[in-house]
């Protein structure tokens, strides 16, 4: 005995409108997520780490260097920096509103960092009590290093998707 199936022929037609509708659908899916991250456009995850990445990098460098010729440490606050350089009053400000680090020399101002969840500056001496040259919390007037950290992070509709956290070294003000 031979089993005989039926077979079901599908107009090429319904095939050919699903494919397209299915392009269509990731297609405008890469649209809202170019609109929704304006600064950082592109789907590429690789993109966007490094890119995070690079501006930490480079934010780290540009600190570092002020601090290091700094003639002397005008203000501190919790979230504000003011160096005063051989060019002028260089001025770091957090905002955590806007999650974002400027840098503000002369008339020029630049945002360092954006996507910034926390940033600290934190001012650091000598402790006298000690041969090893620890180093210990200390006021403006005192102080001898300068240490900052933060934490940014991507998020996109409210999904954290990646998170990067920076601690510098403490940096000697050279010329103090």
């Given amino acids: 005995m031979v089993n005989a199936t039926k077979v079901k022929w599908r107009p090429a037609g319904s095939t050919f409108a699903g494919w397209l509708l299915s392009i269509a659908c990731a297609g405008l899916g ?29 934010a780290s460098e540009v600190i570092s260097q002020d601090i290091l010729c700094a003639r002397s440490l005008e203000r501190h606050a919790a979230n504000e ?31 360092l960092l954006a996507h910034v969840d926390s940033f600290s500056f934190s001012l650091l001496a000598k402790n006298q009590y000690r041969a090893d040259g620890a180093l210990v919390p200390a ?35 050279r010329n103090r």
């Fill in 30 to 58: 890469c649209l809202i997520v170019s609109f929704v991250s304006p600064t950082k456009p592109g789907l590429s995850g690789i993109a966007l780490f490094s890119t995070l990445d690079a501006e930490n990098r480079n």
């Fill in 81 to 111: 920096l003011v160096l005063r350089s051989l060019h002028g009053i260089i001025t770091y400000t957090f905002d955590g509103a806007r999650h974002s680090l400027t840098r503000v020399a002369g008339s020029k101002s630049e945002k």
């Fill in 139 to 173: 006021s403006p007037c005192n102080a001898r290093a300068v240490a900052c950290g933060w934490a940014s992070s991507w998020k996109l509709a409210g999904a954290r998707l990646d998170s990067n956290e920076m601690r510098m070294a403490a940096i000697l003000l």
